[in-house]
């Protein structure tokens, strides 16, 4: 059954979001040398500066020289264009750290003007990269219930129904950028954890047709049915006040 972690404001979502990830972190590092996660961008980068930098419970506490940050998805644009997740990351955490660095894989920007060929290597470049299992992924979701650049409805389809690639080319973005790329479901299916943060009034019809409607149209709701078990969601009361079920 997914899991939910429902906070006030009051009760400091970035902390206990951070606390979460140095149990993660502690994990995984029992079995391994590196901690693999996989980061998404928007909201969710404000976030982890809250959980990671600014938390001063959390920060020294977090092993960032054996951290392995990728992207579950990425915009293809130069890595310090505005849209770019990476360049986001950089802004809020990685130039915040006064010491020790993650290792972090951005794409390989030299492609992102070379049209749809260069975009379909941008893909599998990164997919050439990406460990064959991630310890954890960050995950936000939009208003439509869509997660990294898991679009629903028809025209994106051919993302949700990819078996054997692990990182598609998703063309045609109805959010702007129109060109990114994507990890897919096999990724999730091989992953340690799954962990998703939606914060905010404006969330309330999304959650509702994810947690009560169980619509599996969204592709948030998807993974909560497929891979529930592993599944935990950082959520405040606003996100999370019309939704019925119990959980």
Known sequence: MVTIHKYSVEENLPH????????????????????????????????LEKALVADKAIAPRIQWDKWHIYFVDERIVPLDHPDSNYGAFKAAVLDMLPGAQPHVYPIDDSLVDGGAGAYEQVALLYEQILPRKLDLLLLGCGPDGHTCSLFPGDHHKYLIEEKQRRVMWCHDSPKPPSDRITITLPVMEDAGAICFVALGASKQPTMHQIFDVKNTEMPSALVNELFDAKVN???????????????
């Open 16 to 47: 206990k979001l951070g606390e979460f990830l140095l149990q993660k972190q502690e994990d995984a590092l029992n079995h391994s040398p590196v901690f693999n996660v996989a980061i998404s961008g928007g909201s969710l980068i404000n976030v």
């Open 233 to 247: 969601w950082f959520v405040d009361d606003h996100a999370f006040e019309t939704v019925k079920t119990k959980y």
